[in-house]
């Protein structure tokens, strides 16, 4: 059975840098993780905002399985702006991705209640590839590609921008994290050239929604939708639906198109720290492999205005 899970592991990951596209990290609790995919969500918390979030995917599928952190941090600097910093790593076999980014927004205020942000976001991105960590079949261990293509701190640059408004109730966003298609392998450094094992970053299209709706005093219900789009894969689809009990407590669940179902529960433990955790059950042939993936999220703020502590943000 281990030699199954390592076989597998090799296949996902040479598909992945055999094809043509390769999808940008994946999250569950991605409600809570706007920034990394929009920087036009920098300040629209209006306090000065840190989140933490980790993900393992597909935990027992074997060494190598996909994880993911993220770190944010956004607040406020002037009448109408703000400006975050986020870092996400990326590890997946034997590569590390890791990009840092800052994001700018500037709003408009369209109604009394209603906000137009727009948002850019530059930064750069790093990727390591060390195939010495792959535990290989018998007759690949002398193929010379594995020797002599390793990737040291490999430096590509990123621009991208996003849009989001919102009411007290409401929120809808669209964005572009990265406008600039760059390849992760030199063609002409492959030593088999009949094989193409170009990696293309193309470009994401994020389209994220989501609406409050009060049923009772004590008791908030939130549909919320991301949709995930780049060229070469499928239409990434996830749909949740979370309730909100006494400003305090947070029960939802999740569906990823073709992919997963999710639980959630997220807890208010002060006015300031919000802790969030959600499971994904796979409803691919790859759940028989594995005992599904896990994410776990720290938000901390420091309030600039004390009366959002009576009524805090269900996002």
């Known amino acids: 059975m281990k030699h199954s899970y390592l076989t597998l592991l090799i296949l996902i990951l040479l598909g992945t840098f055999s094809s043509k596209a390769q999808q940008d990290p994946q999250y ?87 906000k137009l942000s727009f948002g850019l976001k530059a930064g750069l991105d790093i990727l390591d590839l060390d195939f010495s960590k792959l535990n290989l079949p018998r007759d690949l261990y002398s193929d010379p590609y594995f020797d002599e293509n390793n990737i040291d701190n490999k430096l590509q640059p990123q621009i991208g921008a996003g849009i989001y408004y919102n009411t007290e109730k409401f929120y809808a966003g669209l964005s572009v994290p990265n406008f600039l298609t760059t390849k992760h392998f030199d063609e002409s450094s492959i030593v088999d050239t009949s094989v193409e094992t170009t990696a293309a970053e193309r470009m994401h299209y994020f389209l994220i929604a989501g609406y409050v709706f009060d049923l009772s005093d004590n008791l908030k219900f939130k549909p919320a939708t991301m949709f995930k789009m780049v060229s070469g894969s ?82």
């Open 28 to 114: 569950t609790q991605y409600m809570y993780n706007t920034q990394v995919v929009n920087p036009a969500y920098a300040g629209n918390r209006e306090a000065l905002s840190f989140g933490l979030l980790y993900r393992t995917q597909w935990v027992n599928f074997g060494d190598g399985a996909p994880n993911t952190g993220t770190f944010t941090v956004n607040s406020p600097v002037a009448d109408n702006m703000g400006l975050g910093l986020s870092i996400v790593s990326d590890r997946i076999g034997p590569s590390v991705e890791t990009n840092f980014n800052i994001d700018y927004s500037y709003s408009i205020n369209t109604s009394e209640t209603g």
């Open 234 to 315: 499928p239409l990434q689809a996830d749909v949740s639906a979370n309730f909100l009990l006494y400003d305090k407590l947070t029960l939802g669940a999740a569906y990823r198109w073709s992919a997963a179902m999710s639980g959630l529960v997220g807890f208010q433990a002060t006015d300031q720290i919000f802790i969030g955790f959600a499971y994904d059950y796979q409803t691919t042939d790859i759940e028989a492999y594995s005992d599904g993936s896990y994410e776990i999220m720290l938000r901390f703020e420091l309030f600039n205005r004390p009366e959002r502590v009576l009524t805090p943000r269900f996002f």
